[in-house]
């Protein structure tokens, strides 16, 4: 049996490296016509380009390998129906199950490398990938310049920032603060001209202050200078400029998720993209489990039957991926749900199509 398992392992690995080649390099030049009129417009030369879609290759390898292991399962144990080779094995005494064994230890081998290289290599080369688009090829600057204009930040506390100029080296020009209970109601305002960072603190001049009770009543004072005691963020915090889901950490993402709900924001679509992270890196070990008794159902069809089955298997469970995340966005279903319940659908059909297997 071991020789027999390198020898699926060995052709499953083959398979699917040949797969996820083909499939990258189609949906990168897909991507080359589209953005063609992009790149000769602003004059992009070749080596950004080139550059470009190096920095492309992660996303879309993480995006894709799921179809490919399932090509590969398909062609592999496709073949093995065709030319009774399986029914051989059967006829020595070794279940159909057994020889799956191969495939789904290197499923599950994925599922761990997909948490990892989207962590170390896929978000920051989606980040990279923004910064060449913005800098490079659109000259927009660099998202962390030194100095930034009409910025909204949401802090600790409740705090909301709404700043016509600011400086990262600590500075603030007139800017509005408005502090929210937790159910969003302001319960204070800070108007000011200009607030400056004075370690451990901000010092703000030329304020208004208006605080509001319960009961719809208003309180405002007027200061030349005021330090912001309730203000714990530093420029530090504010030099870190938010950036979409896909560029953002694990970690970052979490904080950002808790920083936000503290401040009554809307964050259902971050938490399905928090949940989805973690629900994704089991797609490759449940589509090929999928796969598996599918392919030795196959007898008759061939391998291009197969590749056939294998992509709309893949599209079905693309769009019930995209449709539960829409679901989940809209409050419809909780983010959690919304992440997992595409892996739940068809990791019981695989269950199902599992006790079907002919022993």
């Known amino acids: 049996m071991k020789v027999l398992d390198r020898y699926l392992g060995r052709e499953v690995v083959r398979f699917t490296l040949l797969a996820l080649l083909s499939v990258v390099a189609i949906y990168l030049l897909i991507d080359l016509f589209e953005e063609l009129s992009y790149f000769t417009s602003r004059r992009v030369t070749l080596p950004v380009i080139l550059f470009h879609y190096l920095l492309s290759i992660p996303a879309a390898v993480s995006l894709l390998y799921p179809v490919?292991?399932?090509?590969?399962?398909?062609?592999?144990?496709?073949?093995?129906?065709?030319?009774?080779?399986?029914?051989?094995?059967?006829?020595a005494g070794v279940r159909a199950t057994r020889t799956f064994l191969p495939a789904a230890a290197i499923a599950l081998l994925t599922v761990f490398g997909y948490v990892l290289a989207n962590e170390f290599v896929t978000i920051p080369a989606n980040a990279a990938l923004s910064d060449l688009r913005r800098v490079r090829i659109e000259q927009r600057g660099s998202a962390q310049a030194d100095k930034r204009r009409d910025v909204q930040f949401v802090g600790e506390a409740g705090r909301v920032y709404f700043i016509r100029e600011?400086?990262?080296?600590?500075?603030?020009?007139?800017?509005?603060?408005?502090?929210?209970?937790?159910?969003?109601?302001?319960?204070?305002?800070?108007?000011?001209?200009?607030?400056?960072?004075r370690d451990p603190g901000w010092v703000a001049f030329d304020v208004t202050r208006r605080e509001f009770e319960p009961d719809g009543t208003e309180r405002l004072t007027r200061h030349d200078t005021l330090a912001l005691t309730g203000v714990v963020e530093t420029p530090e915090d504010f030099r870190w400029t938010p950036?979409?889901?896909?560029?953002?950490?694990?970690?970052?993402?979490?904080?950002?998720?808790?920083?936000?709900?503290?401040?009554?924001?809307?964050?259902?679509?971050?938490?399905?993209?928090?949940?989805?992270?973690?629900?994704?890196?089991?797609i490759g070990l449940i589509i090929v489990l999928l796969g598996l008794p599918l392919s030795v159902r196959m007898r008759r069809g061939g391998v291009m039957f197969?590749?056939?089955?294998?992509l709309l298997v893949s599209f079905l469970?693309?769009?019930?991926?995209?449709?539960?995340?829409?679901?989940?966005?809209?409050?419809?279903?909780?983010?959690?749900?919304?992440?997992?319940?595409?892996?739940?659908?068809?990791?019981?059909?695989?269950?199902?199509?599992?006790?079907?297997v002919r022993e």
């Open 306 to 310: 197969g590749l056939g089955l294998g």
């Open 166 to 197: 600011l400086t990262l080296d600590g500075t603030m020009r007139v800017a509005i603060i408005k502090r929210l209970d937790e159910e969003r109601r302001v319960v204070e305002r800070l108007d000011f001209r200009e607030a400056v960072w």
């Open 243 to 282: 950036r979409p889901t896909s560029e953002t950490s694990t970690r970052e993402l979490r904080q950002l998720i808790r920083r936000l709900s503290r401040a009554g924001e809307d964050v259902s679509e971050k938490e399905v993209e928090y949940h989805y992270r973690f629900s994704y890196a089991l």
């Open 317 to 356: 469970y693309w769009g019930a991926i995209q449709l539960s995340r829409a679901y989940g966005t809209s409050h419809v279903i909780s983010p959690a749900l919304a992440a997992w319940l595409p892996n739940i659908v068809f990791g019981g059909i695989a269950a199902l199509l599992w006790l079907g």
């Open 68 to 91: 490919s292991l399932l090509l590969a399962v398909f062609v592999v144990y496709g073949q093995m129906v065709r030319h009774r080779e399986l029914h051989a094995l059967e006829s």
